[in-house]
């Protein structure tokens, strides 16, 4: 079992940056496909950045080029750089990871943090 803790969330202006950290346990986290998700109130949950086991990274159009996910395995850590923030951005913003075992996918959350761009 995968557990998953995210931090970093808060309140910034509009044009500002955060920084959030996912700390991953439970597994080997080079073996974790990496990702982020957010959702904003009232809407479905939505995919923000991917990170793959050797590093490569995907993003929906919506925060290609604001946005940079990495991960630290040696410190069992993934994190999205949040740069010139939108107030669009607000939602909360999810930890995903996803462990391929005996050929089938299984996915794990964290709890959730929320961001907030406001003025």
């Known amino acids: 079992q995968v557990q998953l803790v995210e931090s970093g969330g808060g309140l910034v202006q509009p044009g500002g940056s955060l920084r959030l950290s996912c700390a991953a346990s439970?597994?080997?986290?080079?073996?974790?496909?990496m990702g982020w998700y957010r959702q904003a109130p009232g809407k479905e949950r939505e995919w923000v950045a991917t990170i793959s086991l050797s590093g490569n990274t995907d993003y929906p159009d919506s925060v290609k080029g604001r946005f940079t996910i990495s991960r630290d395995n040696a410190k069992n850590m993934a994190n999205l750089q949040m740069n010139s923030l939108k107030p669009e951005d607000t939602a909360v913003y999810y930890c995903?990871?996803?462990?391929?075992?005996?050929?089938?996918?299984?996915?794990?959350w964290g709890q959730g943090t929320q961001v907030t761009v406001s003025s």
């Open positions: 439970g597994s080997i986290f080079s073996l974790l496909v």
């Open positions: 995903n990871a996803r462990q391929l075992v005996g050929g089938r996918w299984n996915a794990y």
